[in-house]
């Protein structure tokens, strides 16, 4: 079936290096999403990989992706307060995407 | 350039009455949908449009459930009568033609239904 999982809290320092993970179902996902979520706003997309990339770095932010183990992350360098925030991984399914539960970061300065 | 318009931001209303929520997608944009989320459930997908035309409403939950989008530019969500379970929050997102997959999100409208 169609299931996307997170780990639901990850707590760091302000300046640390900051790991989401997620793992999906679908290896025909043609492309995998992160989507950021502040209070009471909406998801915001701050990055996505195609599904033949292992790897792609965009400032701050490195995703890898893992086919085999149908594994994404997300890695946040240097860790800032104002990354605190929801992040949500999603998968795409002929057209759908299919949203994790969401992983709550907490930065602590 | 606007992002996704949603209005009203945040709808108070009494168990049975009729609820309006309402979508202006990114100009250009050719598929539009609206999703749900609450605590319990997350985001769930309710409805899709693609050129105007629902492609899949199989995530409406049930009759009481109702969408349109009678032109590019606006989509409602319409839900009547209303109760207290459907009180959560409802996005609507819209995507770049041909590429369905890189939605991008309005701000929500926060409903509690009494």
């Known amino acids: 079936g169609e299931d996307v999982e997170q780990s639901l809290f990850l707590s760091v320092r302000e300046g640390d290096s900051s790991v989401i993970n997620c793992t999906y179902t679908d290896s025909s996902s043609t492309y995998l999403y992160w989507y950021k979520q502040e209070p009471g706003a909406g998801l915001q997309l701050l990055t996505y990989?195609?599904?033949?990339?292992d790897m792609k770095q965009d400032q701050r932010l490195t995703v890898l992706l893992n086919k085999k183990d149908k594994h994404l992350s997300l890695r946040i360098a240097d860790t800032q307060t104002g990354d605190s925030a929801i992040y949500f991984c999603a998968e795409s399914i002929r057209g759908k995407l299919i949203f994790g539960q969401g992983t709550e970061l907490s930065v602590k300065p | 350039d606007a992002g996704v318009i949603q209005s009203p931001r945040h709808e108070v209303t009494e168990m049975g009455q009729e609820v309006t929520l309402r979508c202006k997608p990114i100009s250009g944009h050719d598929y539009l949908f609206w999703y749900r989320q609450t605590m319990m459930r997350g985001l769930e997908l309710l409805i899709y449009f693609n050129n105007n035309v629902p492609i899949d409403d199989s995530g409406m939950p049930e009759d009481r459930f109702s969408a349109k989008m009678p032109n590019a530019s606006f989509s409602t969500l319409k839900i009547q009568p209303s109760e207290p379970r459907d009180s959560a929050v409802y996005f609507c997102?819209?995507?770049?033609?041909?590429?369905?997959?890189?939605?991008?999100f309005g701000p929500g409208t926060r409903l509690t239904v009494l």
């Open positions: 997102a819209s995507s770049f033609p041909g590429v369905v997959d890189t939605q991008y």
């Open positions: 990989i195609f599904s033949n990339m």
